[in-house]
Nanobody
Framework: QVQLVESGGGLVQPGGSLRLSCAAS????????MGWYRQAPGKQRELVAG???????NYADSVKGRFTVSRDNAKNTLYLQMYSLNPEDTAVYYC???????????????????WGQGTLVTVSS
């Protein structure tokens, strides 16, 4: 089975920094896209930052210049470095994987999208 394990969330003061991590494990053949999403109370889940298999990145306008997404391919781990955090960044942050994975049970592979469990980021003084 393919799983995503997220970590790094917590309480931080306005202007502070955090780094989130997302480790993917399982029978992954090829990673297509990995991304970070967030969902604040009463709001829809939104894309924060994504990175393609070729290394291209995309950011929400609200986080451009403050957040940086990166990936360690050898460890199948995604990161989100967050600077200059403000209260509007408070949300549950979710990791998402789009990848070619092994079928279980059965032979061959299939494309699968997997979500992590989420990690809470709270920005407050």
């Amino acid at each position: 089975q393919v799983q995503l394990v997220e970590s790094g969330g917590g309480l931080v003061q306005p202007g502070g920094s955090l780094r989130l991590s997302c480790a993917a494990s399982g029978s992954i053949k090829t990673i297509n896209v990995m991304g970070w999403y967030r969902q604040a109370p009463g709001k829809q889940r939104e894309l924060v930052a994504g990175i393609s298999g070729g290394g291209s990145t995309n950011y929400a306008d609200s986080v451009k210049g403050r957040f940086t997404v990166s990936r360690d391919n050898a460890k199948n781990t995604l990161y989100l470095q967050m600077y200059s955090l403000n209260p509007e960044d408070t949300a549950v942050y979710y990791c998402k994987l789009g990848a070619i994975v092994a079928q279980n049970p059965g032979p061959g592979y299939r494309y699968l999208e997997v979500w992590g469990q989420g990690t809470l980021v709270t920005v407050s003084s």
